[in-house]
């Protein structure tokens, strides 16, 4: 098995026990009952409740930019016969 495969076997299972690890918290999120309406200066604290969420789905979003990018400027290998 060579580095990149390696690699992304890693990555896939960090990122899979991570989403294991915030999925009680994602449930919990989605069965909120809406809030009354309110200001925001009265109720800062809706704006932050989910960040852990937030920054999993960015770093996700970024990782998948990187390895788009990094399959565009991958050198083919030719097989000589």
Do not use: C, H
């Not at 009952?33 to 960015?58: V, Y």
């Not at 390895?67 to 030719?78: G, H, N, P, T």
């Amino acid at each position: 098995m060579d580095a990149t495969k390696a690699t992304a076997i890693i990555i896939s299972i960090i990122l899979v026990g991570i989403l294991l690890y915030y999925s009680p918290r994602i449930i919990d999120s989605l069965r909120i009952t809406s809030l009354p309406l309110t200001s925001i200066e009265e109720n800062p604290q809706f704006l932050w409740s989910n960040r852990g969420l937030d920054l999993l789905i960015q770093a996700f979003i970024i990782l998948a930019a990187a390895a788009a990018i990094s399959a565009q400027f991958r050198r083919e290998e030719r097989v000589s016969g």
